[in-house]
T-cell receptor
Framework: DSGVTQTPKHLITATGQRVTLRCSPRSGDLSVYWYQQSLDQGLQFLIQYYNGEERAKGNILERFSAQQFPDLHSELNLSSLELGDSALYFC????????????FGQGTRLTVV | DAKTTQPPSMDCAEGRAANLPCNHSTISGNEYVYWYRQIHSQGPQYIIHGLKNNETNEMASLIITEDRKSSTLILPHATLRDTAVYYCIVRVNAGGTSYGKLTFGQGTILTVHP
């Protein structure tokens, strides 16, 4: 158990819908990272937050957004969903902004039908 | 971040040492070598990282060549539970205020067999 909690574990939704994925980082970790893993793309970095502020952006679509709340949990919002958005979505956390021993959650498997 | 090259797959017998190579010939002086692994769609798991000296922890050893152009992750006594995809990643800074992404490549699929 990494200490990073992601909910829900599985999510099935229809095209065009909007969903919210939640991540609770390890206690004391200030940074949260979101990754997408699809069969053909591998692990793709989406976005990073540090202590409530966006710090780095990767290949995140405009239909996707994220935020980190004062209690440091984070949410990834995916809207106007397409079949191609079906993937595993991972959240990771680390104490600071660096990558030393970043810990990943078990992921949310999103299926868009 | 420097590019890394890993063999797509490797096999290892249970109980033997697994030696996973990684080439990073364009590594810069301030870039660290990280290893993560991912067991069957679980979240990636941090294994070890290093700059220039060899490193060892309870999971593995990391051997970095003197010119730092390649490294080897060693699992001293592989078990069936070590079957996973192993990612070698090179990145500037190991901690502190270094922000941003870790770039995962395709990794090496290690299969440990009885």
């Amino acid at each position: 158990d990494s200490g990073v909690t992601q909910t829900p574990k599985h999510l099935i939704t229809a095209t065009g819908q909007r969903v919210t994925l939640r991540c609770s980082p390890r206690s004391g970790d200030l940074s949260v990272y979101w990754y997408q893993q699809s069969l053909d793309q591998g692990l793709q970095f989406l976005i990073q937050y540090y202590n409530g502020e966006e710090r780095a952006k990767g290949n995140i679509l405009e239909r996707f957004s994220a935020q980190q709340f004062p209690d440091l949990h984070s949410e990834l919002n995916l809207s106007s969903l397409e079949l191609g958005d079906s993937a595993l979505y991972f959240c990771a956390s680390s104490v600071e902004g660096g990558w030393t021993e970043a810990f990943f959650g078990q992921g949310t498997r999103l299926t868009v039908v | 971040d420097a590019k890394t090259t890993q063999p797509p797959s490797m096999d290892c017998a249970e109980g033997r040492a697994a030696n996973l190579p990684c080439n990073h010939s364009t590594i810069s002086g301030n870039e660290y070598v990280y290893w993560y692994r991912q067991i069957h769609s679980q979240g990636p798991q941090y294994i070890i990282h290093g700059l220039k000296n060899n490193e060892t922890n309870e999971m593995a050893s990391l051997i970095i060549t003197e010119d730092r152009k390649s490294s080897t992750l060693i699992l001293p006594h592989a078990t069936l539970r070590d079957t996973a995809v192993y990612y070698c990643i090179v990145r500037v800074n190991a901690g502190g205020t270094s922000y941003g992404k870790l770039t995962f490549g395709q990794g090496t699929i290690l299969t440990v067999h009885p």
